[in-house]
């Protein structure tokens, strides 16, 4: 099969919801749970994304209204983060995961990054200090640790871990 890569539109809206909906009832697919997935919260990342930042999916090359995967991440609020996208997602159907679609919508985005966007010197996103797999993806991709929210997470029954963040420089910023 082969997966292509694509900016996301605001003709996805509906298919991000499903998706999200999805990996969000899985365990440890996403750090939301299905009843925080709402169609504004889609629209808030999409708008935010397409506006301020990057949105890539991949449809399923046999169902092209299906996503199967998706990132994104977008510009910070004030001015003087402009070189900066974070609050990056990644979102991959558990039909898929293991099958190197994390990789190729991940190096998507920062090969985007680096041939197109060079008004931007860091990708930022954090990882749970117990989802070492992801760190070391994220480390493999050329992601740098840059320390630990202590207690961050709240696991429930009074338990709590660390929040890990992580940044990525593009090396063609100017």
């Known amino acids: 099969m082969v997966f292509d890569v694509r900016r996301s539109t605001v003709l996805d809206k509906?298919?991000?919801?499903?998706?999200?909906?999805?990996?969000?009832?899985?365990?440890?697919?996403?750090?939301?749970?299905?009843?925080?997935?709402?169609?504004?919260?889609?629209?808030?990342?999409?708008?935010?994304?397409?506006?301020?930042?990057?949105?890539?999916?991949?449809?399923?090359?046999?169902?092209?209204?299906?996503?199967?995967?998706?990132?994104?991440?977008?510009?910070?609020?004030?001015?003087?983060f402009?070189?900066?996208?974070s609050d990056l997602t990644i979102v991959v159907d558990q039909e898929f995961q293991g099958k190197g679609m994390g990789q190729l919508i991940f190096r998507s985005l920062l090969d985007e990054i680096e041939s197109s966007r060079n008004d931007i010197l860091r990708v930022e996103l954090i990882a749970r200090e117990s989802n070492q797999r992801a760190i070391a993806f994220?480390?493999?991709?050329?992601f740098k640790i840059e320390g630990r929210f202590e207690s961050r997470v709240d696991c429930g029954h009074n338990q709590f871990e660390a929040d890990i963040p992580m940044a990525w420089f593009n090396k063609n910023y100017s």
């Open 82 to 85: 402009s070189h900066v996208l």
């Open 138 to 142: 994220y480390q493999k991709l050329g």
């Open 14 to 80: 509906k298919s991000l919801y499903i998706l999200y909906q999805k990996v969000a009832g899985c365990n440890g697919g996403i750090s939301r749970t299905e009843r925080e997935i709402t169609e504004k919260y889609i629209s808030n990342n999409l708008n935010k994304s397409l506006d301020n930042g990057m949105s890539l999916v991949v449809e399923h090359p046999e169902n092209k209204s299906q996503i199967i995967a998706e990132i994104h991440c977008y510009k910070p609020e004030p001015k003087l």
